[in-house]
């Protein structure tokens, strides 16, 4: 069964930094995109950042110049630098990835459960 397992939320000062990680695993044969979203109170959830298994990458505006994402193909794992992190950038991310499995040899969404991030002000 697919997982995706986030890490690195927390509570960070406006101004700080914080790195998040999300190893996905569960009889993966292809990973071809892998990305955040997050979705802060009373508001959509949106894209943050997204990048593919050759490495090119996608960000929404508010984020451009101090988010950073990052993948390791070989262990499956996506990561998101965040630095100059401001009190808007305060959501729960979750994770997702475009995968196709052993089991059912096509592409879907999978999701993470979702880390919380909060940038006080």
């Known amino acids: 069964q697919v997982q995706l397992v986030e890490s690195g939320g927390g509570l960070v000062q406006d101004g700080g930094s914080l790195r998040l990680s999300c190893a996905a695993s569960?009889?993966?044969?292809?990973?071809?995109?892998m990305g955040w979203y997050r979705q802060a109170p009373g508001k959509q959830r949106e894209l943050v950042a997204s990048?593919?298994?050759?490495?090119?990458?996608n960000y929404a505006d508010s984020v451009k110049g101090r988010f950073t994402i990052s993948r390791d193909n070989a262990k499956n794992t996506v990561y998101l630098q965040m630095n100059s992190l401001k009190p808007e950038d305060t959501a729960v991310y979750y994770c997702?990835?475009?995968?196709?499995?052993?089991?059912?040899?096509?592409?879907?969404?999978?999701w993470g459960q979702g880390t919380q991030v909060t940038v006080s002000s």
């Open positions: 990048i593919t298994s050759l490495g090119s990458t």
């Open positions: 997702t990835a475009e995968m196709m499995t052993t089991e059912t040899m096509r592409y879907q969404n999978y």
């Open positions: 569960g009889g993966i044969f292809s990973n071809r995109i």
